[in-house]
C-alpha cells in the first residue's frame, strides 16, 4: 500500500482512482453480465461502479440512480471530478429539474445521474426511452423490492434494450435468502458477488474497528414509571381478551404481532361491522402507543418520555386528536406516570455516557469526527444540547425532513449543508437519526455510538460502516439492561452473520427461475377470473387498451399495474376523475384515508358532482382497508356519506384491496368499453362546472358544509333561488324539510359571516 498505482483508462482523468484488484476484479465479473455487487462500507462500491460505467459509455448513455437527492448531488460532483468526459455531458435530475428542459437534457447526456423516482415519472409519460442506455447503475440496490421505482425502471429497461446491463451496488441486502432473491429477480441480476472484511484481496484495504458493548442500568425511578404504564398495558390486553379478539394465553404482544393483530380487525370490520371490532381497534391504539411509552421509558430515559407525554396531551386536547390519545391521557395509571415522571430528576445513564466518550475522544484527539447514532429525533436534540455544555465539543443534530408538534425537520439543502460543515470541522460531533446511515458521503469518523441498538442488520451494518473506512476507528453500543436493547442487539448481530453466509452460498439463477414461473403458470390448465373477463369482452383480436390518468396519480402505482396488464397508459392533467377509459366512464380512485378525510373537510361531495355531471356512467373506487377504523368517525356518518354517493349523486361505488386491484378493475372496464370500438377516440370532456343552470345552482347551495344534494334541491324549491336562501331570516331557512337549527345556522353564518382570509 506504500506505492499507489493508479487506475489508467482514457475515460478516466489521471491520478484520480486508486488501483484496487479486489476493485477490478468486481468490475471485471460485473461487465461479463448483470450483477449484484455487495461490498463493505468504505471499500469503493462507487469505483467499481465507474469502471463498469467506462467500459459502456463507448456503447450508449449512462444512467445511474440513487435514492435521495444529497446522493445525487454526490455522485454527480463525484463523476464530473473523475470523469475524462465534458462536464455538460453529465446531468443531474432531482424532483427540482424543470420537466420542460428533462427530455432534451436526457437526450444530450451521456451520463444520467437520477433520483428514481424522476426517471419512473418520465418513462410512464413516455417523455423518455431507455433503448440507448448502455448500462443502468443501481445505488443501494437492496430498495428494489415492492413498489419502488427501481423495479418499474428495470422491467422497462429490459422491455426496450436490446443489450441491457444492469449493476446493483449495496453494503448490505439482508439476510433473507427470499429478500435477496426478490432484490436480483426485480432488477434482472444474474449473479452476486461479494466481498467481505476477512476476504484476503480486501484485507489489506481494512482498518482495525473496535466494537465495543456497554449495558446500563434502568433507574429504579423509570422502573416505577414502567410499572404505572404495565398496568395501562394490561387492563388494555385483558379487555381484546373479554372481547375474544386475544387468546388468554398472550400476556404481551411483540410489534408485529400487533401489526398482524390490526390488519385482521381491520379485514373483519369490512366484512362484519361489529361493535366488538371496533373496541378491540380503538384499544389496540392504544396498547401500540402505551407500549412505545415503555420502550421509551427503559432505552430512551425521563426528557424523552416527557416530550412523547407532551405530544400525547398535545393530541388528546386538540380537536382532530385520536380517542385513543384522550382515552390513555384520561386514565389514572397514565395521569400518575406522567405526575411520578415530573418528580424524575432527569438522570440519564446513557446521556451520561455518551458525554463521557464523546469528551474523551474530543480531548485525547482534537480533530477527531464523531457520530452519535439515535433513534428518535427527541433525544437527539437532548443528546445535541448535552454535548454543547462541553468545551471542544461541537455538536449538530442531524434528522430528517418531516415535521411534526414542536420537531422541525432539516430540508435536504440544509442536510447537505451540515454534512460540508462537519467535513471542514465546523461541527465535529453529529447527532444523527437513521438520515446518516445510508450512503451520505459523511467523512471517515474515529468514533461512532449507538445510543441503542437496531433490529435490523442493514442498518446496523450501514452505522457500524462509518468509522474505520480511512484510519482505524471504534464503536460502541449502549444497552439498557432487560430492555429492547439487549434483544435489538443480538437480533441484528445474528441477521448480519446469517447475510454473509446466505450471500456465500447463494446462486442465482434468474433464467430458471422465470421458467419456473412460466411452467407454473401454464400447468394447471384453469381458466382464470382474468381469462374469463377477456373472453367475454370481445371474441375478436385481443388490442391493446387505453387508460387516460391524471398526472397526479403517478405517485401511486394504479398506473404501472395498468402497464404490466397491457393496458396504454396516457398521462393527461384531467380536470374530472382520475382516470378514464371511454367518453362514457370516468373513475374517481380514493385510498380510504382520502376518502374519509375529503369527507371530513367537506371536498368529497364536489367531486363526486363534478364526475356525475362530466360522464354517463361514472365510477368510484375506495381502495384499502380501515374505511370504519382509521378515523375516529361514526360508521353511520360513514355509511351515509355511502348512499349520498350511491343514491343521490347515481356514482357506484367499488372496493378494491390495494393499488393492484384496483388496476385490474380499471383493466377490465376499460376492456369492456373499448371492445366494440378499439381505435376510437376517447373524449375527456370533463370540466369542474356545472353543465346546466340548475345543476350550477344545486352546487352553489350544496358547497355549504351541512349541506347535502338532496337539502340543496329543497331549499332552492322552497325559495325558487339562490339569492332568496341567501337572504332568508334563520326561521324561514328552518320551514323548509331537513332544515334543522344547525345548517339554518350554518348557512346564515356563511352568508352574513365577516370574511377573515
Known amino acids: 500500500m506504500n506505492d499507489v498505482e493508479f487506475i489508467k483508462h482514457p475515460l478516466i482523468k489521471s491520478d484520480t482512482v486508486e488501483q484496487r484488484l479486489y476493485q477490478l476484479s468486481l468490475a471485471g465479473e460485473a461487465i461479463k453480465k448483470s450483477s449484484l455487487i455487495v461490498l463493505p462500507t468504505g471499500l469503493g462500491k462507487t469505483i467499481v461502479a465507474l469502471l463498469v460505467m467506462v467500459s459502456r459509455l463507448p456503447k450508449g448513455k449512462v444512467l445511474l440512480l440513487s435514492p435521495t437527492k444529497p446522493l445525487v448531488e454526490q455522485h454527480a460532483s463525484f463523476f464530473k471530478d473523475t470523469l475524462n468526459i465534458s462536464p455538460e455531458n453529465v446531468v443531474l435530475f432531482t424532483g427540482n429539474t424543470n420537466p420542460g428542459k428533462r427530455e432534451s437534457m436526457y437526450e444530450k447526456a451521456q451520463l ?106 434502568v433507574p429504579v425511578e423509570m422502573k416505577g414509571l414502567k410499572g404505572l404504564m404495565d398496568k395501562v398495558l394490561n387492563d388494555r390486553l385483558t379487555k381484546l381478551q373479554e372481547l375474544g379478539l386475544l387468546s388468554n394465553f398472550q400476556k404481551r404482544l411483540s410489534k408485529r404481532e400487533m401489526l398482524d393483530l390490526q390488519v385482521r380487525l381491520q379485514a373483519q370490520v369490512r366484512s362484519f361491522p361489529d361493535q366488538k371490532i371496533y373496541q378491540g381497534i380503538s384499544l389496540l391504539a392504544e396498547i401500540f402507543k402505551v407500549s412505545h411509552a415503555i420502550e421509551i421509558s427503559e432505552t430512551q430515559g425521563s426528557s424523552a418520555l416527557s416530550k412523547y407525554f407532551e405530544r400525547l396531551e398535545n393530541e388528546a386536547l386538540s380537536r382532530g386528536g385520536s380517542k385513543a390519545a384522550k382515552r390513555l391521557m384520561d386514565d389514572l395509571s397514565m395521569r400518575q406516570a406522567v405526575h411520578h415522571l415530573g418528580g424524575c430528576d432527569g438522570n440519564n445513564p446513557k446521556l451520561n455516557l455518551v458525554k463521557e466518550l464523546v469528551e474523551k475522544q474530543i480531548t485525547d484527539a482534537p480533530q477527531s469526527r464523531v457520530i452519535v447514532f439515535t433513534n428518535y429525533r427527541d433525544t437527539a436534540e437532548l443528546v445535541a444540547n448535552s454535548l454543547k455544555e462541553i468545551p471542544g465539543i461541537k455538536p449538530v443534530r442531524f434528522v430528517g425532513q418531516a415535521s411534526k408538534y414542536k420537531d422541525t425537520g432539516l430540508t435536504q439543502k440544509q442536510q447537505v449543508d451540515i454534512i460540508q460543515k462537519f467535513k471542514d470541522g465546523e461541527y465535529n460531533t453529529l447527532v444523527a437519526t437513521s438520515v446518516a446511515e445510508e450512503g451520505l458521503d459523511i467523512p471517515a469518523t474515529d468514533l461512532v455510538v449507538f445510543f441503542e441498538p437496531v433490529p435490523s442488520e442493514i442498518r446496523s451494518i450501514q452505522r457500524k460502516g462509518r468509522t474505520g473506512r480511512k484510519h482505524a476507528g471504534r464503536v460502541v453500543v449502549l444497552m439498557a439492561k432487560g430492555s429492547k436493547d439487549e434483544a435489538y442487539h443480538w437480533s441484528s448481530n445474528y441477521k448480519e452473520r446469517q447475510m454473509v453466509k446466505t450471500m456465500k452460498n447463494l446462486d442465482i439463477d434468474l433464467d430458471a427461475q422465470e421458467k419456473d414461473k412460466t411452467d407454473e403458470s401454464q400447468s394447471d390448465g384453469q381458466t382464470k377470473l382474468m381469462d374469463f373477463s377477456t ?223
Open 112 to 217: 444520467i445521474i437520477s433520483t428514481p423516482q424522476v426517471i419512473e415519472n418520465d418513462l410512464l409519460g413516455k417523455k423518455i426511452s431507455l433503448e440507448n442506455v448502455s448500462c443502468i447503475i443501481f445505488d443501494e440496490a437492496h430498495r428494489a423490492t415492492g413498489n419502488y421505482s427501481y423495479v418499474y425502471i428495470a422491467k422497462k429497461y429490459i422491455e426496450q434494450n436490446p443489450d441491457p446491463l444492469v449493476l446493483g451496488i449495496t453494503a448490505s441486502p439482508g439476510s433473507n435468502t427470499e429478500k435477496i432473491q426478490e432484490v436480483c429477480a426485480n432488477l434482472r441480476l444474474k449473479s452476486v458477488e461479494i466481498r467481505t472484511d476477512s476476504d484476503p484481496d480486501v484485507k489489506p484495504y481494512i482498518f482495525d474497528k473496535d466494537i465495543e458493548r456497554i449495558y446500563v442500568s
Open 535 to 757: 373472453a367475454r369482452v370481445s371474441n375478436s383480436e385481443v388490442h391493446r387498451v387505453k387508460v387516460y390518468v391524471d398526472k397526479r396519480e403517478i405517485r401511486s402505482h394504479v398506473a404501472h399495474s395498468l402497464e404490466n396488464m397491457g393496458a396504454e397508459v396516457i398521462l393527461r392533467t384531467l380536470e374530472v376523475g382520475d382516470y378514464v377509459v371511454s367518453d362514457r366512464v370516468g373513475i374517481e380512485r380514493k385510498t380510504t384515508e382520502d376518502f374519509l378525510s375529503t369527507f371530513l373537510d367537506g371536498g368529497l361531495f364536489g367531486q363526486i358532482s363534478d364526475l356525475a355531471r362530466a360522464y354517463r356512467c361514472p365510477l368510484l373506487i375506495i381502495e384499502g382497508e380501515g374505511l370504519y377504523s382509521k378515523r375516529q368517525i361514526n360508521p353511520n356518518a360513514i355509511r351515509g356519506a355511502l348512499s349520498t354517493v350511491a343514491i343521490d349523486f347515481g356514482v357506484p361505488v367499488l372496493f378494491s384491496k390495494d393499488e393492484e386491484d384496483t388496476a385490474a378493475l380499471i383493466s377490465v372496464i376499460a376492456k369492456r368499453e373499448q371492445a366494440d370500438e378499439p381505435k376510437k377516440e376517447i373524449n375527456l370532456h370533463g370540466t369542474k362546472s356545472a353543465s346546466t343552470l340548475p345543476e350550477q345552482q344545486e352546487y352553489l347551495v350544496s358547497a355549504i358544509s351541512e349541506i347535502g344534494p338532496v337539502v340543496a334541491k329543497n331549499l332552492l324549491r322552497h325559495f325558487g333561488s339562490v339569492e332568496r336562501i341567501m337572504t332568508a331570516s334563520r326561521e324561514e331557512l328552518m320551514a323548509v324539510e331537513l332544515v334543522g337549527p344547525k345548517t339554518a345556522d350554518r348557512i346564515r353564518e356563511v352568508v352574513s359571516g365577516e370574511y377573515k382570509g
